[in-house]
């Protein structure tokens, strides 16, 4: 069994008035390689007329961002010409690569007659051999992600990507990679087989969950050692879970603002590139 190297909660750090915790990077942990920024937005219910989500227009570059949308809806637009609404239970998957300026806000429909929102954004890092790739842009709603059951029904897996139990998620990745979101009952248990060497990305969204003895509730980041190659979760209580594991690139890592490279001097090319219009035009 995998064992259980620290538990780190989510810091509490708003934007506007959106709800947002944040347990990746933290003061303890820069990374769990390639897996290296988390927020998690919400729960939270906006009234009707609100302003929506507030991340505007902006620039990225040698990541890609995955977005799992539990309540609410995300209207998503960038400058590669890619346009969408996706809706409750659906994922975006973004490759920023060589960069682009894309914006994330709520629909009209939700700003006109509100609603729940829980949103989570998970930055996902690229190899440097991938960083300068094309960018891509993938939404899927939930309808088609692939879902099976484990212990008899008591846990849905929502499989967005890599293989489980002979099912495989709808998105190529870049990197192979496992992502998934799990929608446990009280008293429900799976066991994971993850490779001695890839590193787990495993944050608990909702609810409370049991890791060799130890309670772990909600909204709390889970790092893991590399000292053994299956993982034993048993819910206490409904719960929902974050649950990916990848190969470590094992590079340097420089990231500054809404870029992630490997030196400092690619930082700098990074923002003069966009400053000379490189990333695309963006048009209202």
């Known amino acids: ?25 933290s003061q303890n942990l820069r990374q769990i390689d390639p897996f290296i920024f988390l927020n998690h937005h919400g729960f939270q219910t906006y009234p009707k007329n609100n302003n929506g989500l507030p991340f505007g227009p902006h620039p990225h570059r040698g990541m890609e961002t995955v977005t799992f949308i539990l309540e609410g809806d995300i209207m998503h637009k960038d400058s590669g010409g890619h346009e969408s609404v996706i809706e409750k239970g659906g994922i975006q998957w973004m490759t920023a690569g060589s960069g ?4 994330e806000v709520s629909s009209g429909k939700f700003k006109k007659e509100g609603g729940d929102l829980e949103i ?10 991938h960083k300068m790739t094309k960018p891509k842009y993938v939404g899927l709603q939930n309808e088609e992600i692939t879902r099976f059951e484990l212990d008899g029904g008591k846990i849905s897996v929502q499989l967005i990507s890599g293989e489980w139990n002979g099912y495989r998620g709808p998105l190529e990745t870049i990197s192979p990679m496992l992502m998934s979101t799990l929608y446990l009952k009280p008293g429900s248990s799976f066991t994971k ?39 034993t979760v048993k819910a ?6 974050l649950l990916g594991h990848a190969m470590p690139f094992n590079e340097a890592l420089v990231a500054h603002g809404p870029f992630v490279m490997n030196t400092q001097q690619e930082i700098m090319q990074a923002y003069q590139d966009y400053q000379a219009g490189k990333f695309g035009v963006w048009e209202d």
Do not use: C
Request: glycine share 4%; aromatic share 10%; proline share 8%.
């Open 100 to 103: 682009l300026i894309h914006a």
């Open 193 to 231: 087989i993850i490779p001695k060497e890839e590193n787990v990305f495993f944050y608990v969204v909702r609810g409370e969950v049991q890791i060799q003895g130890e309670n772990i509730p909600f909204r709390n980041l889970i790092e893991f050692n590399n000292d053994g190659d299956s993982l």
């Open 1 to 25: 069994m995998k064992t259980i190297k620290a538990i780190h909660p989510a810091s509490y750090h708003p934007i506007a008035d959106l709800i947002t915790y944040n347990p990746l990077p």
């Open 120 to 129: 989570l954004q998970l930055w996902v890092n690229l190899p440097s051999k």
């Open 236 to 241: 206490s209580k409904d719960s929902v879970i």
